[in-house]
């Protein structure tokens, strides 16, 4: 296991040096943020990056996200300059020394959640979803905490109705497209395409998702065989499906070598419908068991990048929603835990 720690760029607050301090550090997880969708990232900034990773001893491995141009998505004709574009950017931070690639492929929506600020029993306050909340907001007048200001209302109307003639299977057919374009790339420059789950994992505003579930991974993997079509297991996502066992599909799918990087957050259910809330990363915390989690993977012979995935605001941080510094560190040290004890027993038992 590889920790990791997301790092949104010379813009984040939290400081390079902070993070190197992080028990276990072996690089951070980040992006070129400057450069719209679609577009090609340029060597100098890439180079930039990963300079300013050197100088703070820590190593940049993995890339969070490359965003998929919506043109891809929707399977327009101009989608074969995005892809193009998409396998210029593989090539040049695999000449950086990046190994692995997160995407999504959701439509519009990369994440939903109703509140931002939700106070938990002991005063922190963290991301949560309630479905309630989400079934009073008006899809013709969207209002969605944390995206009001990423997209104009004309430009989200018309997103929207692009994508009223999008069934799953075209969605689908507009991914493996992708895939087959940029696996031989990735094949040749050794990286590791990583596909984030849905999150939450279900259909939103009538928009289809279609890497929500283990069916949904199954059939993606026997579209495109190339082991570097995999996935990131983010547990908090899947987990948010309560049909989805994570302990299950995290063995399964470390044993086929597919999981290239795991998000591990934990979360609670907070009613028998879809409702839930972020939490702290153990399991005493939530509603998953991320030590059954960790031990699946590491028996199953993960040997991918890993990071603590949202935490909460705690000790007056007034963070980035999911993105602090304080809870995302007490959760990598508890994943540490977690993974040097799996890791001894694993071993032990080989003797
Ligand atoms: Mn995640």
Not at 98 to 117: E, G, Q, S
Not at 131 to 148: A, C, M, S, V, Y
Not at 262 to 274: E, F, G, S
Request: with cysteine; proline share 4%; net charge negative.
């Amino acid at each position: 296991m590889k920790m990791t720690f997301r790092w949104y760029g010379e813009t984040d607050t939290i400081p390079l040096k902070y993070i190197r301090q992080i028990p276990n550090m072996s690089g951070v997880v980040t992006a070129v943020y400057d450069v719209p969708v679609g577009e090609v990232w340029s060597d100098a900034s890439v180079s930039r990056l990963k300079r300013l990773c050197d100088e703070a001893g820590l190593g940049m491995e993995v890339i969070e996200s490359i965003p998929v141009h919506e043109d891809i998505k929707l399977g327009r004709g101009s989608r074969d300059v995005y892809i193009e574009n998409y396998c210029k950017n593989i090539r040049t931070v695999a000449k950086y020394g990046v190994k692995c690639v997160c995407y999504n492929f959701m439509p519009v929506f990369d994440w939903l959640r109703t509140d931002m600020h939700h106070v938990n029993f002991d005063g922190s306050d963290s991301l949560s979803y309630s479905r309630e909340d989400f079934d009073k907001i008006d899809p013709q007048n969207l209002h969605l905490p944390g995206w009001d200001e990423s997209y104009a209302p004309d430009e989200l109307r018309s997103l929207l109705s692009a994508y009223s003639d999008v069934s799953h299977d075209m969605l689908f057919d507009n991914l493996v497209y992708f895939l087959k374009a940029v696996t031989p790339v990735c094949d040749e420059v050794g990286v590791k395409m990583a596909i984030h789950a849905d999150d939450p994992p279900w259909d939103v505003f009538g928009l289809p998702r279609i890497v929500s579930s283990e069916a949904d991974l199954d059939r993606m993997f026997a579209a495109v065989p190339s082991t570097n079509n995999g996935v990131t297991l983010c547990t908090g996502s899947f987990g948010a499906g309560r049909t989805n066992d994570v302990v299950r599909m995290a063995a399964k799918y470390a044993a086929q070598g597919r999981v290239h990087f795991a998000h591990l957050r934990n979360i609670k259910y907070t009613d028998d419908k879809d409702s839930f809330c972020e939490v702290g990363h153990c399991s005493a915390y939530g509603s998953l068991d991320m030590a059954a989690i960790v031990r699946a993977l590491v028996e199953n012979g993960f040997d991918g990048y890993v990071r603590p995935d949202h935490g909460r605001n705690i000790w007056d941080e007034n963070g980035k929603p999911g993105y602090g510094l304080y809870d995302r560190a007490l959760g990598a040290a508890y994943i540490n835990g977690l993974f040097e004890y799996a890791e001894k027993c694993a071993k032990a038992d080989k003797h």
